[in-house]
């Protein structure tokens, strides 16, 4: 069975961090373009980090460039978010997702996660 499952997410202060973990089973990962998503109530989903195959390019959204850190461990077929430096703006369901390779995940998505929730607040 193909699936992205997330993990990490919960509640927690502002200036806090979190590390959000996405497991790829069904498939192996560094074939794609692996990203990170968010949708906060009643906003859009929105783009927040891209991990580029095969060259491991990484992308970010201007709203947390410089204090979320994408990366991915082949061996685990796992993706990572490290999120520092959290703001309350920053609260959302955060989903990964398996795009096509060369498209900086910005084209169609063949796998979504399920969503995992992170909250900042104090």
């Known amino acids: 069975q193909l699936q992205l499952v997330e993990s990490g997410g919960g509640l927690v202060q502002p200036g806090g961090s979190l590390r959000l973990s996405c497991l790829a089973s069904?498939?192996?990962?560094?074939?794609?373009?692996m990203g990170w998503f968010r949708q906060a109530p009643g906003k859009e989903r929105e783009g927040v980090s891209c991990?580029?195959?095969?060259?491991?390019?990484?992308r970010y959204a201007d709203s947390v460039r410089g204090r979320f850190t994408i990366s991915r461990d082949l061996a685990k077929n796992t993706v990572y978010l490290r999120m520092n430096s959290l703001r309350p703006e920053d609260t959302a369901v955060y989903y990964c997702?398996?795009?096509?390779?060369?498209?900086?995940?910005?084209?169609?998505?063949?796998?979504w996660g399920q969503g995992i929730q992170v909250t900042v607040s104090s």
């Open positions: 997702a398996a795009n096509p390779p060369r498209t900086g995940c910005s084209g169609s998505v063949d796998y």
């Open positions: 991990i580029e195959s095969p060259d491991s390019g990484t």
């Open positions: 069904g498939f192996t990962l560094d074939y794609y373009d």
